[in-house]
């Protein structure tokens, strides 16, 4: 970076960016355990609470791969302090919202806020550090990034419990007002990258929130309304593809697009935006599924579900600084390679998961899920973004965390089908060989029936006790073969996108062994 910007410390600008960053990935994962609460004090029904989260998650994919184009637009520097100063004016307003409408609408111009966030950060970052030290800023960006989801259920739960829902919300102002004021005197717009008059592309902007609007929709709420049995999910369907269809058309004719869909045609921008894609698939998918398995089969409550969960969110932040290292020698297309086969191994580890398993069997493999995803975020970000110019930084950061997002909404959204769909499939299977006329089942049934009689039912009750058991023991059971055919899937995953590393280009000033 020129000018200014030369004459401040570069770990001063990574704190600066992080600050904000880190605010915004808690605020992603901190209202999910508070939903309850604001249900209770808003009056509101479970299907309509969800949109807390759903309304967020939609306006920050529509802001991400626009931030490149606001930020020249604007100029980066005002961009970014408008964002942060938005997201905490936003987040007091969250706070006090005094209906559900209201809080829904706060929570969207949040989102819009926070979307651009961490893109804009990552672009700073990766022009801040030289090329051979991207690897090591992308790790201690990834050490944030990893950090917010580790401590936002955790931080949002002991904070609802012990004060009050709203002030997961008010936490955010000191924050916001420290990270302004960082941002103020450390961040500086490089030569290049000044303010430019530009044609707005409002076709692009329209269609743009449009089309990633209803897709997220879409998937959210998919399972729901039962997919494409339902009008309302065929409606917004039909408006995703038209939208992104005219979308495409628009943005590759257009002197400035909102976003640079030209980008696409470098092999190894792509292929490392479609390797994100199904990690994110791959991590979303997986994160979602382990607490469920726990609170709904194995009888954890919520605390205990996090316990299993936070060792692999520190495994990853253990990880990152080593791989930050290595990468800076050696070519860090190997290091994604060991971490995807790392993460399948740790998924068929999960596909083991028996409802006897004790506390630890469930947190090695997430363990080892932990240090897989930090062998693939650092030097597979630092890897597609090498190849990018730093005049197209800013939007080839959001499109590359725009795949991430949509990749962990696919995967949310197929695991919640998925597990309905096996639940009801492993339950007909099992059901046929739970009849009267098998020995072990009248066994059973009979050991069931004398055990209610002993606690002083009558035989008739006693009978219909049993049965009850029985038909549970079989729920729960298709229940985890359902998870273990989910995790199987996504350890495939994992290993069908190896073959793509191979089109990555190699990073410069590494002196280790070709890829090729």
Not at 376 to 403: C, D, H, Q
Not at 433 to 461: F, K, M, S, W
Not at 463 to 478: D, F, M, N, P, S
Request: proline letters at 4%.
């Amino acid at each position: 970076m020129e000018d200014k910007t030369r004459n401040i410390n570069k770990w001063l600008i990574t704190l600066t960016v992080m600050i904000p960053t880190f605010m915004e990935i808690v605020d992603t994962s901190v209202a999910n355990v508070a939903l309850p609460h604001m249900q209770g004090s808003l009056n509101a029904g479970t299907d309509e609470i969800t949109w807390v989260l759903t309304s967020y998650l939609v306006s920050n994919a529509v802001v991400l791969p626009m931030t490149g184009w606001f930020a020249r637009l604007f100029g980066r520097k005002n961009f970014l302090i408008t964002c942060i100063i938005l997201f905490t004016i936003s987040s007091f307003l969250c706070g006090a919202a005094p209906t559900l409408g209201a809080l829904i609408f706060f929570r969207v111009v949040q989102g819009a806020a926070g979307g651009a966030l961490i893109p804009i950060s990552q672009a700073i970052l990766m022009e801040t550090f030289p090329p051979w030290q991207q690897g090591m800023a992308m790790a201690i960006f990834g050490v944030g990034a990893m950090f917010g989801p580790i401590i936002g259920p955790t931080l949002g739960g002991w904070i609802t419990d012990n004060m009050n829902w709203r002030w997961i919300f008010y936490i955010n102002i000191p924050v916001g007002i420290f990270a302004v004021i960082m941002a103020k005197f450390f961040i500086f717009d490089p030569s290049y990258l000044k303010r430019v008059k530009m044609r707005i592309d409002y076709w692009g902007l329209a269609l743009l929130t449009i089309g990633l609007g209803s897709l997220q929709v879409v998937l959210d709420k998919g399972q729901q309304e039962d997919w494409f049995n339902s009008s309302f999910i065929i409606a917004f369907a039909v408006i995703t593809v038209l939208a992104l269809l005219i979308l495409l058309f628009v943005e590759l004719t257009h002197p400035h697009p909102i976003v640079n869909l030209r980008l696409f045609k470098d092999i190894s921008f792509s292929s490392g935006n479609f390797i994100m894609f199904i990690v994110g698939f791959c991590l979303y998918g997986s994160i979602v599924m382990i607490p469920l398995f726990l609170q709904t089969l194995m009888g954890y409550n919520a605390t205990m579900a996090g316990m299993v969960l936070a060792p692999g969110g520190v495994a990853t932040l253990i990880a990152m600084p080593f791989v930050g290292a290595v990468i800076q020698r050696y070519d860090g297309r190997w290091v994604v390679l060991a971490g995807l086969i790392i993460g399948a191994y740790s998924m068929f580890l999960m596909q083991g998961f028996t409802l006897e398993a004790s506390y630890w069997a469930f947190v090695w493999p997430r363990i080892i899920l932990g240090v897989a995803l930090g062998m693939i975020f650092v030097p597979l970000t630092t890897v597609t973004l090498s190849t990018i110019t730093k005049v197209e930084m800013g939007n080839a950061t959001g499109i590359f965390n725009l795949l991430r997002n949509i990749g962990g909404s696919v995967g949310i959204a197929t695991a919640a089908t998925l597990l309905s769909r096996y639940s009801q499939f492993y339950q007909n299977n099992l059901a046929g060989h739970v009849n009267p006329y098998n020995p072990v089942t009248q066994l059973r049934l009979a050991e069931l029936q004398q055990a209610a009689i002993a606690r002083g039912l009558d035989p008739v009750t006693a009978k219909e006790a049993a049965l009850a058991v029985l038909y549970g023991t079989v729920q729960k059971q298709a229940g985890m073969l359902a998870y273990n055919h989910i995790f199987w899937i996504i350890g495939i995953a994992f290993l069908v996108i190896v073959p793509f590393l191979f089109l990555l280009k190699k990073p410069k000033d590494h002196s280790s062994t070709s890829f090729h």
